[in-house]
């Protein structure tokens, strides 16, 4: 199906009620959020710690070859379970009301080599707010890949699939660097001493990283340096594959749309609901899937109510669904294969010159020109 | 420790993970935070509980009459109130807190059913009401659950033999009286001390017991000698401006200290905000988002979406009333994260910006 067809333009007094509704939903869900919420990220804290410290111990039996793949697994899945369903939704201010120290959305420091701070800036502020929008997004590609059409293309993305390899392999690396901008700096727009004044605080946490993933957990493993530097590297890297995927499928599937820079301009609510909506997708799939996704499988949700505790995503879903139905417009959901695929011939595709498809607009013509 | 190990330490261990083991293993131990272990209980009265907390090393110590800021989850939520040493500091480093149960006093109703065992968080003492060493003559007035610091005081008496004190005690019944008979046995053994209850709803009343609130003739008949004394009052508000406004004029000086939850103010009134980070203090519109409140006086506050979203501008509420523009919510309890984009003061503010 056409992209044009999917979606239906509201006009202004319907987007307004669109807005409304998804405004009441918010409010009912978040009445009720509470003991359990915070009970369940406790316990989510919990799980970070305790597989961290049984992959980090497995690991200095890393020479026995079960040990090290079932505790670099443990390790993974602790980085994987830190990043996601507890650092990004904590620095979101989702569980602020709680107001543990711990959990707070403005000092919470997570376990990756870019900084919460410069995270903070890069994703909470500029990618939640002009969310998919060209020039304003810079997760649009993050300045590497081409993977909308409206993207100018140049022969440099020829490269882009096996780019896009690489980047998915350090992808931490790339979240580190995202508010540094280097192209400004390659075009001259950003001076070197301001880029090293903005380095400082990054280098800071990269080292403190690398030290302590491959120097100090490996020294206090003695003679099994190795295995546990290893397994380290794996487990950093089986979280930079999987957050790569869940994010990349979040606003790069088939069906995700761009826009131009103007849909921000004097913006009602509803406007930009509906753009969160247009521009972002789910993953189907069971319990274990949205916790390991950090709640990212309900990216429609999130994009929604990106401050409502991520474990509230699965229960407003259904309504949120049925709104999309009475409005007229696609709720881009399917398998993590599915989507996955479609991230994957984006990059191919858009790797050879493109042009834009028909979308739907998001306002209705005949109201626009009222 | 040593330094360098130390540093060491504290560079390789982030203190959430600290203080996550720390629990985990039964520890009270925090990297940087005061916590308290609650080691005894006692029902005080009838609606009153005792509790001996056991703090870390991070507990910096107080002096009698001061009270300190008490934070324990309650459905979890963190919630903090100020409350009262009831005891001078002990050489076991125990603390005693005494506790009145509040209708609809979420915190308060909760420690009261703390047992021991339990964890809450402590922050540091503060308050002036102190008894200075030296020759001193003082009266102590105290109403409810006013008697808490009062009591503090009075056995403070004990260290301090140039102070002498009266103590009159009010309360609606006699089994709502704190401490009733610690107090009677100190004021026993201790000459320095004179002590008289009222009690406001008791139909039968004992020897020497008092059966009004606070009046004039009552105040001549303990304090004949008003005019040399200093007067400490604690309790409800209304108590205490009664105090202030009976002893403020003849007592050689009156110190009072009331419970006043914050009160909202309408739309429109001018309220202070106090910024601790960048210390300072503006006056600002109740009611208006806070962010352009504060840009309007030439303040950048960090912030970004100005939509209530990105949680940028997001700071943390030390004291008075706030509300959420976007849902209409007052927001008082300390500690809580305001949006200042979608935040407008609703009383005098203190925030950590």
Known sequence: ??????????????????????????????????????????????????????????????????????????????????????????????????????????????????????????????????????????????????????????????????????????FQWGVAIQRLELGKVFSGR???????????????????????????????????????????????????????AVIFCGHFTADAETFPKSVVLNESRGHWYLRQLRGSSNLSGGKLLHIMTGNLSHQ?????????????????????RAICERYGQNYNTGSMWSQFGQVVWRILRHALPSRPGKTAALVAPAAEAA | MSPA????????????????????????????????????????ARGAVTLTLQPNRRFAGFTPGQHLNLTAEVEGVRLTRSYSFTQPP?????????????????????????????????????????????????????????????????????????????????????????????LRELAARQPRLRLHFALTREPLRLAGEFGRRIDTALLDEVAPDLPALQVFACGPRGFVEDARRLTQERALRF?????TPPEAVAGGAPVRVQLLRSGQTLEVPAGAPLLAALEAQGLRPASGCRMGLCNTCACRLVEGVGQNLNNGETVAEPGSELRICISAARSDLTLDL
């Open chain 1, 1 to 170: 199906m056409s992209q044009a067809t999917l979606n239906r333009p509201l006009s202004h007094a319907e987007m307004d009620a669109f807005g409304t509704e998804l405004d009441a939903l918010r409010a009912r869900t978040m009445a009720q959020v509470g003991a359990e919420d915070a009970r369940y990220i406790r316990r989510i804290v919990a799980a970070v710690r305790y597989t961290e410290a049984a992959g980090r111990a497995l690991l200095f039996f890393g020479a026995f070859p079960p040990a090290w793949v079932l505790g670099t697994l443990l390790l993974g899945l602790s980085k994987i379970l830190e990043n996601m369903e507890l650092g990004h939704n904590v620095m979101h201010g989702q569980y602020d009301w709680m107001r543990d120290p711990h959990l707070n959305g403005k000092t919470y420091e997570w376990d990756i080599v870019g900084t919460s701070d410069n995270w903070r800036h890069t994703h909470n502020y500029k990618h939640h707010t002009y969310t998919n929008v060209r020039g304003m997004d810079d997760d649009i590609g993050y300045g590497l890949l081409r993977l909308f059409p409206e993207q100018r293309w140049r022969p440099f993305y020829l490269f882009q699939p096996l780019i896009a390899v690489i980047f998915a392999l350090l």
């Open chain 1, 190 to 244: 950003k001076t070197k001493a301001q880029l090293r004044e903005e380095f400082r605080p990054v280098g800071r946490k990269m080292g403190w990283q690398l030290l302590k993933d491959y120097v100090l957990f490996p020294l206090l493993a003695g003679p099994f340096f190795l295995p546990v530097l290893l397994g380290n590297l794996v487990a950093n890297g089986m979280r930079n594959l999987w957050t790569y």
């Open chain 1, 300 to 320: 429609i949700e999130h994009h929604l109510y990106p401050d409502m505790p991520a474990r509230r995503y699965a229960q407003v879903a259904p309504e949120v």
């Open chain 2, 5 to 44: 190990p130390n540093r060491l330490l504290r560079a390789a261990v982030a203190a959430p993970v600290f203080d996550f083991w720390s629990r985990q293993f039964g520890s009270i131990q925090a990297w940087d935070r005061c916590l308290a272990r609650v080691v005894a209980r006692r029902e005080e």
């Open chain 2, 90 to 182: 002990r050489t076991d480093g125990r603390l005693r807190l005494t506790i009145k149960r509040v209708e609809n006093g979420r915190l308060s109703n909760a420690l009261c059913e703390l047992r021991p065992g339990a964890v809450v968080e402590l922050g540091e003492a503060y308050g002036e009401m102190s008894l200075p060493q030296g020759p001193g003559r003082y009266l102590f007035l105290a109403a409810g659950s006013g008697i808490t610091p009062l009591m503090a005081l009075s056995l403070a008496l004990e260290q301090n033999p140039q102070a002498e004190a009266t103590l009159v005690y009010w309360a609606q019944r006699r089994d709502e009286l704190c401490f009733a008979e610690e």
């Open chain 2, 255 to 259: 110190h009072g200290e009331a419970f």
